[in-house]
């Protein structure tokens, strides 16, 4: 039975920080690119930063670009997003997510997914 598992959310002023982790069972991570997903309340689902399976490619949204940053630990099975200078437009719940083969930000394009964690940002 494969397992995405996100921690790391919260509650957090505008200008900090937090740093998201995903742990994977179930299946060998360094087979798939893995992906950061958010939904904020009342919008659709959007993509947030990829990196591919041996961690060399990573692709961002450009709402995040700069402030986030995706890495991965194969040998842990792991996956992390470390998000700083946070907004309350980054208010959302963050999905990590699992897509066999290369990078997309296509969220149909994901094989896995995990339940989320909330981030909150006050302003």
């Known amino acids: 039975q494969v397992q995405l598992v996100e921690s790391g959310g919260g509650l957090v002023q505008a200008g900090g920080s937090l740093r998201l982790s995903c742990v994977a069972s179930?299946?060998?991570?360094?087979?798939?690119?893995m992906e950061w997903f958010r939904q904020a309340p009342g919008k659709e689902r959007e993509f947030v930063a990829a990196i591919s399976w041996s961690g060399y490619t990573t692709q961002y949204a450009d709402s995040v670009k700069g402030r986030f940053t995706i890495s991965r630990d194969n040998t842990e099975n792991m996956v992390f997003l470390q998000m700083n200078s946070l907004k309350s437009e980054d208010t959302a719940v963050y999905y990590c997510a699992a897509a066999f083969g290369g990078v997309t930000t296509a969220s149909d394009g994901m094989h896995f997914w995990g339940k989320g964690t909330l981030v909150t940002v006050s302003s």
């Open positions: 179930g299946i060998r991570l360094r087979d798939y690119a």
